[in-house]
């Protein structure tokens, strides 16, 4: 009888879609940071840059820097994908169905979001110091 290989997952799936959420999050805030990003999540779920970096490629969610460039440059940004889940970070919902809107309205979208999240920690702050 032969011995059956027993696979164990080095990432459940609430982590997974925790790193992914994330690294999507920063990947659109810092675009030419991918080891910043990589070495941020490594430090905060233990697994290294190197595996890190190996699961998101074969999620197909890894972006490397000579794409963010050649997107930057074109002017297509970041996925559909990426942006919605931007949009659910910053609200922090869920937000079902959103990705089926066209591309320019989640853009319009994020950027509103994050201009208002700006001035409202700008305010926080402001208020904190007393101005």
């Keep these: 009888m ?14 997974l879609q925790a790193i992914i959420a994330e690294y999507n999050a920063f990947i659109i805030d810092y675009p030419n940071d991918n080891a910043a990003i990589l070495n941020t999540l490594s430090a ?13 490629s074969s999620l197909k969610v890894y972006v490397t820097a000579t794409h963010i460039t050649a997107a930057a440059s074109s002017n297509k940004g970041m996925t559909k994908e990426a942006l919605v889940t931007a949009i659910a ?3 922090g919902r869920e937000l079902a169905g959103l990705e089926v ?9 994020y950027d509103f979001i994050r201009s208002q999240k700006d001035k409202i920690e700008q305010l926080a702050s402001d208020l904190a110091n007393g101005n």
């Design 2 to 15: 032969k011995n059956k290989k027993i696979v164990v997952a080095n990432y459940s799936d609430d982590i």
């Design 44 to 56: 905060k779920y233990g697994k290294t840059v190197h595996s890190l970096r190996a699961k998101l």
């Design 89 to 91: 970070l910053l609200v």
């Design 101 to 109: 809107a066209p591309k320019a309205a989640l853009q319009s979208l």
